[in-house]
């Protein structure tokens, strides 16, 4: 089985767009050249915040499909979370 992630982006509004990938960095090239969601295209550019690994394709997109629903402070709280892995 692929690794699959979750991923979420902060758009250049600053709002927060999740989805789920198998290369999440490439995945942000392509919403960037906008070619991605419809929602980012229109909210460029977009950086990527919240980056986490999931078993396969139907875990990650359990999980983006939880936390679409947290609501915008729940993926603050996560973005902040990714900053800082992000960082090290």
Known sequence: MT????????????TYY???AIDPEKRVE??????????????LPVK??????QADRKSAMKREMAIKRMGREGKRKLARVGRGQMEK
């Open 3 to 14: 690794k699959c992630y979750c991923y979420i982006v902060e758009c250049a509004d600053g």
């Open 48 to 53: 990527l915040v919240y980056v986490e690994e």
């Open 30 to 43: 392509v919403h960037n050249k906008g070619r991605g969601a419809r929602y980012t295209r229109t909210r």
């Open 18 to 20: 999740t989805g789920w």
